[in-house]
């Protein structure tokens, strides 16, 4: 059974808890998928290298490569940036993401990179500095709101034509290789992020202006924190509407990657890139959305 399939089970979902606890449950999501799917998990990761300064016309317009995940770099392609004038990046560090959003947004377009923690945020700061050339740098502007928050400020609503959020997620890869974290690991956190991640896509809602496009991404594998999250999002706001893959600009994108891009798996509101079936990239989940006039 897939994880766009679900088994169901008499055990109280609270119940899973620990490295045992964290087996059987995603087992019970991807069943005999899942032993693949976690050695997978537990290899090293296959970061691609992202060139923003392959366009620099001086030795002074030269950046410093970025080395991202090659499903993450296909999210951040999904967003589609044609006639873009205002784009906001919500939980934007590392970076990796902004630096392809950059890279790829029209000139004159403005893109705000938004990083609640203090920490994150100057590391998020670090990578727009070395990593995109000086033109480009001049268009990004680093902020430090709670981006579930935003949206309470007058001034933001429908600001933003395009948004990304790459939301914080169980980012199992990283449970996986701390022995700790995985010891500590429970349900209940699964439900304490997807709670986080509504507050986030309802402030990206009230953000996002009128025929404005959204994509949702996480490096999580529970439908909790993918499907589930746009399914409960288009109910309660109906002039949001799932979209298809939209036409990601390859041509330009090799610019700045040679490595082709990830392939994916389609789910029942997004597509998800698994490191068993994609030579380790991802785990990558991302959802389109399209806003109504």
């Not at 976690?38 to 490569?65: H, M, Q, Y």
């Not at 990179?113 to 001049?138: F, H």
Request: charged residues 20%; positive net charge.
């Amino acid at each position: 059974m897939s994880a766009h399939g679900k088994k169901q089970s008499a055990k109280p979902k609270n119940n899973f808890r620990g490295a045992a606890g964290f087996d059987e449950w995603y087992t019970l999501v991807y069943g005999e998928r899942w032993p693949r799917l976690r050695a997978a998990l537990g290899g090293e990761p296959a970061p691609v290298c992202w060139n923003a300064g392959a366009r620099a016309v001086s030795a002074a317009d030269v950046s410093t490569p970025y080395y991202l995940d090659r499903g993450s770099i296909l999210a951040a392609l999904a967003l589609p940036l044609d006639g873009a004038e205002r784009i906001l990046d919500m939980c934007a560090a590392p970076g990796g993401k902004t630096v392809v959003l950059a890279s790829m947004m029209p000139d004159g377009a403005l893109l705000t990179a938004n990083e609640r923690s203090a920490a994150r945020r100057a590391r998020l700061a670090k990578t727009i500095a070395a990593c995109l050339p000086p033109d480009v740098q001049r268009r990004v502007r680093v902020t430090g709101a709670d981006a579930a928050a935003l949206c309470r400020h007058a001034n933001t609503h429908e600001q933003y034509d395009r948004i990304l959020l790459d939301a914080p997620c169980s980012s199992e890869r990283h449970v996986l290789r701390d022995a700790r974290y995985l010891n500590e690991w429970s349900y209940s956190r699964i439900r304490s992020l997807a709670a986080a991640q509504w507050s986030l896509i309802s402030s990206a809602y009230r953000l996002l202006a009128r025929g404005g496009k959204l994509v949702y991404a996480t490096c999580a594998l529970s439908p909790e924190e993918n499907d589930c999250i746009i399914e409960r999002f288009t109910a309660k706001y109906p002039d949001m509407t799932v979209t298809g893959l939209p036409q990601i600009p390859r041509a330009e994108a090799a610019r700045f990657c040679a490595d082709p891009l990830s392939a994916y798996e389609q789910t029942r509101c997004g597509f998800h890139v698994l490191p068993d079936v994609q030579s380790g990239a991802g785990p990558l989940f991302f959802s389109c959305l399209n806003k109504a006039p």
